[in-house]
């Protein structure tokens, strides 16, 4: 059974916890009898279409013209959206594919995914009241928009309150991945025996870990290929490096935990294969001459079979990452940081 500080188990708890669902829209989108990402690529197009049309009321761009820094702001909301979504399906298959490595009932299981894709009311809280300070210095260190401010006061009123969701949804969405890191621990430490011939279960959120990673990582790279103020606004500096730091972190912090109990399992397993082998070469040494002769083929087959299992045991790795994760967070690493290289060549080439 779960613990009580990790599983609510009353109706009414599991009811609170359940009306903590962030946010509202997300929920909202998700219950329509219609294509989800279809509805979240609409609302983003439309939303595109709204930004722009602002520059356009402001006199600040030609009507008709779609400005490339313009159109990328609705796309953070949206994509943070998005993402929770996409990534909250990824942590339920994670959670099934470690289900046989836990010894839970169905009730207790089902509870645990919940609290996997469901974040608390208190935390949300903390991360808009956050998020409602940094969009602050983020509007105070724009000089488009302290100038829109004396040229079309409610146009900039409406541009600071879609700042503010986006900032929002952007600190809700880095929440989700402090909380999904931390439930994966919580999930890591229940495990009771471990089984390096069956090591699906250990690799099983291997995938939540990296594709979190990756989708941070091509925030930022997007956010530096759209946005020129990305290293020289403060606020955007300090959310670049929450996003690097949470990719980072996404990546290598969950799986610490189950790589440890992979290695001291291996270490048990090692240790006994080694004791094993050992008292089969003490009792062949010490058996009468004869009978060693007639036994020679057995012990040199049991021995044989022995170092082959040891073998086996070697070779098992104890990085709990599944073929493929590794290289595809290293290329999302990469790309971030030739970001501002492949502007600079686009620059050259174009401008």
């Not at 309150?161 to 439930?183: I, K, N, P, R, S």
Request: charged share 10%.
């Amino acid at each position: 059974m779960l613990s009580k500080r990790l599983t609510p188990t009353s109706r009414d708890a599991r009811h609170t916890h359940q009306a903590n669902r962030f946010p509202a829209l997300s929920h909202w989108i998700q219950q329509l009898p219609i294509w989800v990402w279809a509805v979240y690529l609409v609302i983003l197009g439309l939303l595109i279409v709204v930004f722009n049309a602002l520059a356009w009321f402001a006199g600040l761009v030609p009507v008709g013209t779609f400005d490339l820094y313009r159109s990328s702001i609705p796309c953070y909301p949206i994509g943070s959206m998005m993402l929770m979504v996409y990534l909250n399906r990824v942590a339920r298959r994670a959670l099934a594919n470690f289900r046989p490595a836990l010894a839970i009932s169905n009730r207790d299981y089902s509870d645990l995914e919940h609290q996997l894709t469901t974040m608390p009311r208190r935390g949300i809280q903390i991360t808009l009241l956050l998020s409602f300070g940094l969009v602050a210095v983020y509007l105070a260190n724009t000089p488009y928009i302290l100038i829109l401010i004396q040229q079309s006061p409610l146009i900039a009123m409406i541009e600071g309150a879609f700042y503010t969701f986006a900032f929002a949804l952007m600190g809700v969405y880095f929440y989700h991945t402090l909380w999904q890191l931390w439930m994966v621990n919580r999930i890591h430490a229940m495990l009771t025996d471990i089984d390096l011939f069956n090591r699906a279960p250990l690799y099983a959120f291997s995938r939540l870990s990296s594709r979190t990673g990756i989708s941070l990582l091509l925030m930022n790279f997007f956010g530096i290929v759209t946005d020129p103020a990305t290293f020289s606004n403060v606020a955007l500096i300090n959310v670049t490096v929450m996003a690097f730091v949470l990719a980072v972190l996404s990546f290598l912090l969950p799986l610490q935990g189950i790589s440890r109990r992979i290695i001291a399992e291996k270490r048990r397993l090692l240790q006994a294969i080694n004791q094993h082998f050992g008292a089969l070469v003490h009792e062949m040494y010490a058996a009468d001459d004869s009978l060693a002769t007639n036994d020679a083929p057995q012990n040199a087959q049991l021995l044989h079979s022995v170092a082959t299992t040891r073998s086996i045991v070697e070779s098992i790795p104890t990085l709990p990452w599944e073929r493929g994760t590794l290289i595809g967070f290293a290329l999302a690493f990469l790309l971030t940081f030739m970001g501002r290289v492949l502007i600079a060549v686009i620059a050259s080439l174009f401008i």
